[in-house]
C-alpha cells in the first residue's frame, strides 16, 4: 500500500473551483445550548407545532419502505400540487426543499458570468447558490423601509442578467412585495429574464394588496413560483419543495435535479399536508396572531420595525447586534443575527414569544443607553 506524506499531499492537492473562496458560508439558526434558563430556539423560522396528526400517520404508513428508493418522478404529490393551483402537472417540479429547487433554476439557466439579481439584505442562500453555478450575484440594497428596491432591481438588469430573484415576504426583514409593485417590474424586465417569486413564506402573508406569485405565473410567461413545505405546514425536517414553472423551465429543473432527492417519507408527508390544509390554515392563523402581538409588544417598547408578513420579525440593530444577540441568550432566546445589521427572531410557541418580549425590552434599554440620539431600529 502506498503512503503520502502531509508534504507529498500538499504538493498533490486537487485543486478547487476558484469560487469556493469567495463563496459565504451558509449560517443555519443557532440551537439551544445546555444552560440552567429554558431556551426557546426561535433562530430557525421553524413551525413550533408538531406533525398534524394524520401526516405522522402518513409518514408511519410509509416508513417500512424506507429501504426502497422514492418515487423519483414525485407523481402523486405532483398531481395534488397541480390540482391545488389549477396548473398542468407538467409545471410542477420538486426538490428537497425550495432553497434545493432555487439550485435547480440557477444551474438550469445561468452560464459562467451570468448575472443573478435580488434584493440584499434577502435570503443568505442566494449569493451561494449563484456562485456555485459560476453566476455573478448582484446584490441591490433594500429601501429605509427594508422592502425590495424593485425600480433600482429592475435597472440592475443587464444583458449578462438571467434570473431575478423576488423574496416575498422577504427573509429575513418579512416585508411583501405589492401586487402593482410587482406588475411594474415585470414591464420593465425583458422576457428572456427569468424571475423567480421566492415564497416561502406566503401562507403567513395576509396584506390583500400583495402580489401572489400564482396570479403571476398565470399571466407573465417568464416567472417561476417557489413554495416550500417547510414552513407553514411543519415539515422543515424532511426537506420538500417545489416551482411552479413553465413546463420547459420544469423540464430543465428535473433535468438537474439531484435523483431521488425528495425521500418518499417527504412525498406522503406532503400529500397528507395537502389534505389537512385547514388544520393547517388554523395554525397559520394562530401564529399570525402571535406575529401580530409580538408586533404590537414591540413598537409598545419603542421599537420601530415593519410590518412583517412573514413568521417572524426583524429588529435592525446595526453595529450593536452582536451585543443584542447575547442579551436574548441571557434569557434563553436563541435568535438569528446578521452581524452589523439585525436580529430575525422567530415567531414560537406563545411561553417562548412572551419570554422574547420580555428579553427584547431588556435590549431596547441597552439600545437607548448606547445611542443618543437613538438610531433607527
Given at each position: 500500500?502506498?503512503?503520502?506524506?502531509?508534504?507529498?499531499?500538499?504538493?498533490s492537492?486537487?485543486?478547487?473551483r476558484?469560487?469556493?473562496?469567495?463563496?459565504p458560508?451558509?449560517?443555519?439558526?443557532?440551537?439551544?445550548?445546555?444552560?440552567?434558563?429554558?431556551?426557546?430556539?426561535?433562530?430557525?423560522?421553524?413551525?413550533?407545532?408538531p406533525?398534524?396528526?394524520?401526516?405522522?400517520?402518513a409518514?408511519?404508513?410509509?416508513?417500512?419502505?424506507?429501504?426502497?428508493?422514492?418515487?423519483?418522478?414525485?407523481?402523486?404529490?405532483?398531481?395534488?400540487?397541480?390540482?391545488?393551483w389549477?396548473?398542468?402537472?407538467?409545471?410542477?417540479?420538486?426538490?428537497?426543499?425550495?432553497?434545493?429547487?432555487?439550485?435547480?433554476?440557477?444551474?438550469?439557466?445561468?452560464?459562467?458570468?451570468?448575472?443573478?439579481?435580488?434584493a440584499?439584505?434577502?435570503?443568505?442562500?442566494?449569493?451561494?447558490?449563484?456562485?456555485?453555478?459560476?453566476?455573478?450575484?448582484?446584490?441591490?440594497?433594500?429601501?429605509?423601509?427594508?422592502?425590495?428596491d424593485?425600480?433600482?432591481?429592475?435597472?440592475?438588469?443587464?444583458?449578462?442578467?438571467?434570473?431575478?430573484?423576488?423574496?416575498?415576504?422577504?427573509?429575513?426583514?418579512?416585508?411583501?412585495?405589492?401586487?402593482?409593485?410587482?406588475?411594474?417590474?415585470?414591464?420593465?424586465?425583458?422576457?428572456?429574464?427569468?424571475?423567480?417569486?421566492?415564497?416561502?413564506?406566503?401562507?403567513?402573508?395576509?396584506?390583500?394588496?400583495?402580489?401572489?406569485?400564482?396570479?403571476f405565473?398565470?399571466?407573465?410567461p417568464?416567472?417561476?413560483?417557489?413554495?416550500?413545505?417547510?414552513?407553514?405546514y411543519?415539515?422543515?425536517?424532511?426537506?420538500?419543495?417545489?416551482?411552479?414553472?413553465?413546463?420547459?423551465?420544469?423540464?430543465?429543473?428535473?433535468?438537474?435535479?439531484?435523483?431521488?432527492?425528495v425521500?418518499?417519507?417527504?412525498?406522503?408527508?406532503?400529500?397528507?399536508?395537502?389534505?389537512?390544509?385547514?388544520?393547517?390554515e388554523?395554525?397559520?392563523?394562530?401564529?399570525?396572531?402571535?406575529r401580530?402581538?409580538?408586533h404590537?409588544q414591540?413598537?409598545e417598547?419603542?421599537?420601530?420595525?415593519?410590518?412583517?408578513?412573514?413568521?417572524?420579525?426583524?429588529?435592525?440593530?446595526?453595529p450593536?447586534?452582536?451585543?443584542?444577540?447575547?442579551?436574548?441568550?441571557?434569557?434563553g432566546?436563541?435568535v438569528?443575527?446578521?452581524?452589523?445589521?439585525g436580529?430575525?427572531?422567530?415567531?414560537?410557541?406563545?411561553?417562548?414569544n412572551?419570554?422574547?418580549i420580555v428579553?427584547?425590552?431588556?435590549?431596547?434599554?441597552?439600545?437607548?443607553?448606547?445611542?443618543?440620539?437613538?438610531?433607527?431600529?
Amino acid at each position: 500500500m502506498t503512503t503520502h506524506s502531509s508534504g507529498d499531499a500538499a504538493r498533490s492537492a486537487v485543486s478547487l473551483r476558484a469560487a469556493l473562496q469567495s463563496l459565504p458560508p451558509y449560517k443555519p439558526g443557532k440551537s439551544a445550548a445546555s444552560s440552567d434558563v429554558i431556551q426557546y430556539k426561535l433562530s430557525s423560522n421553524e413551525n413550533p407545532y408538531p406533525p398534524l396528526p394524520s401526516v405522522l400517520d402518513a409518514v408511519n404508513q410509509m416508513s417500512p419502505e424506507m429501504n426502497l428508493y422514492p418515487d423519483m418522478t414525485c407523481q402523486a404529490v405532483t398531481e395534488a400540487v397541480a390540482q391545488r393551483w389549477g396548473v398542468e402537472p407538467s409545471s410542477v417540479s420538486f426538490g428537497s426543499g425550495s432553497v434545493e429547487v432555487a439550485s435547480q433554476i440557477i444551474r438550469a439557466v445561468c452560464d459562467e458570468g451570468d448575472e443573478v439579481v435580488f434584493a440584499w439584505r434577502s435570503f443568505e442562500a442566494y449569493p451561494i447558490l449563484a456562485g456555485l453555478a459560476g453566476a455573478t450575484a448582484v446584490k441591490v440594497p433594500l429601501t429605509e423601509d427594508e422592502r425590495h428596491d424593485l425600480p433600482a432591481m429592475a435597472a440592475a438588469v443587464t444583458e449578462r442578467t438571467k434570473v431575478v430573484l423576488v423574496c416575498t415576504p422577504n427573509n429575513p426583514t418579512g416585508t411583501s412585495v405589492t401586487a402593482d409593485e410587482l406588475h411594474a417590474f415585470m414591464k420593465q424586465v425583458p422576457e428572456h429574464v427569468l424571475v423567480v417569486v421566492d415564497e416561502a413564506y406566503v401562507h403567513f402573508n395576509v396584506d390583500p394588496a400583495a402580489a401572489r406569485g400564482i396570479d403571476f405565473f398565470r399571466e407573465y410567461p417568464n416567472v417561476v413560483v417557489l413554495h416550500t413545505f417547510s414552513k407553514a405546514y411543519g415539515l422543515a425536517g424532511l426537506r420538500i419543495g417545489y416551482a411552479i414553472a413553465p413546463a420547459y423551465i420544469s423540464a430543465a429543473l428535473r433535468a438537474v435535479a439531484i435523483p431521488f432527492g425528495v425521500t418518499n417519507l417527504a412525498q406522503q408527508a406532503a400529500l397528507a399536508s395537502l389534505a389537512a390544509e385547514s388544520e393547517v390554515e388554523e395554525r397559520i392563523t394562530a401564529l399570525v396572531d402571535q406575529r401580530d402581538h409580538v408586533h404590537r409588544q414591540l413598537t409598545e417598547q419603542g421599537w420601530d420595525i415593519v410590518e412583517s408578513q412573514a413568521n417572524f420579525v426583524w429588529l435592525r440593530t446595526g453595529p450593536h447586534t452582536t451585543a443584542a444577540e447575547e442579551i436574548f441568550t441571557r434569557h434563553g432566546v436563541i435568535v438569528r443575527a446578521f452581524a452589523d445589521e439585525g436580529i430575525r427572531v422567530s415567531i414560537g410557541s406563545p411561553a417562548a414569544n412572551q419570554t422574547f418580549i420580555v428579553a427584547a425590552q431588556d435590549v431596547r434599554a441597552h439600545l437607548d443607553g448606547a445611542t443618543t440620539p437613538r438610531n433607527r431600529s
